[in-house]
């Protein structure tokens, strides 16, 4: 950790944003991570895991990947096809609220087309948001500006509360072990026991 004094703070953030967008750079982030391990900690109940097996088993999941797993372990447990469609747009909705926040948290922040000492000088306030990017392989990269964190931080906590209320929808379920069993093995035919007409009959005793 660096001590030094310094007579100036170098940080990109604490030029190009404002106060208010900073703090909301923040919510982004403390709201994820409550999103990620309430998500997290659902696929351990689920699964019957303690903290122990559990942390093993999703640790090094991405986001999206946890929540296909939510998807796959929590839709076999329950009851009604309406539940389940729930919690399909449910996923859909957290995994692009997800992809917003990858690239708030993981794209390259810059002042919107203005030099940084210009920025500087005059004050985040005065000059229009900066804008993030994020580079993708074969698309155009993903741009946002520092005026839309508000919303995604508000997203993703909003969306978190809906996932808890639906959580009680996996409060009595069947046997787990069935449900894992259909959800993840994969299916086998079952032994399908002759017709009677082609049944072996025993002659008859002499």
Known sequence: MVTKKRGFDHRLA?????????AALGSVVVESTACEEYVESLIWNLAKLDENQGKHFTSSMQMNSRLEMLSTLGKPLLRSEKKRNELTQLISKLKTVNAARNVVVH?????????????????????????VRKRRLNSAPITNTAAQIKEIALDIAELTSELMDFARSWRRVPSLKKSLQQA??????????PPKSQAKTRPPPP
């Open 184 to 193: 993840i093995a994969p299916q086998q035919n079952p032994v399908q026991k």
């Open 107 to 131: 794209g390259n922040w810059q002042t919107n087309g203005i030099g940084v000492l210009t920025v500087i000088s005059d004050g985040a306030e005065n000059h229009p948001p900066a804008i």
């Open 14 to 22: 604490t030029l190009i944003f404002t106060k208010d967008q900073l």
